[in-house]
């Protein structure tokens, strides 16, 4: 399958971007979903995953209340709404596709091109 991310941005502590990820190729809700992001120096890092069906979804401590991460299988797109940002949530956003419910980036089978987040204090 084949993932493009789009929807970064540039914007201000406590703004708000949507994120989106499409899908092409194979069917894309036969795969569990889930966006990574790296920031600069650091590892990549687990943000939040979603179930094939969209009906369970997980968020990484420290996104928790603040992102959103839904899909739409009849569209092949995957999102994560990022409310309430701050300056930490810098990074790279990256959206993947896997089999295996798992937060390690090494299990998850395709990987978009990544998006820039950028928030200013």
């Known amino acids: 399958v084949q993932l493009q991310a789009s929807g970064g941005g540039l914007v201000q502590a406590g703004g708000s971007l949507r994120l989106s990820c499409a899908a092409s190729?194979?069917?894309?809700?036969?795969?569990?979903m889930a966006w990574f992001r790296q920031a600069p120096g650091k590892e990549r890092e687990f943000v939040a995953s979603i179930s094939r069906s969209g009906g369970s979804t997980y968020n990484v401590g420290s996104v928790q209340g603040r992102f959103t991460i839904s899909r739409d299988n009849a569209k092949n797109t995957m999102s994560l709404q990022m409310n309430s940002l701050r300056p930490e949530d810098t990074a790279v956003y990256y959206c993947?596709?896997?089999?295996?419910?798992?937060?390690?980036?090494?299990?998850?089978?395709?990987w978009g091109q990544g998006t820039q987040v950028t928030v200013s204090s």
């Open positions: 993947a596709a896997g089999m295996v419910v798992t937060t390690q980036s090494k299990q998850y089978d395709y």
């Open positions: 190729g194979r069917t894309f809700s036969g795969y569990r």
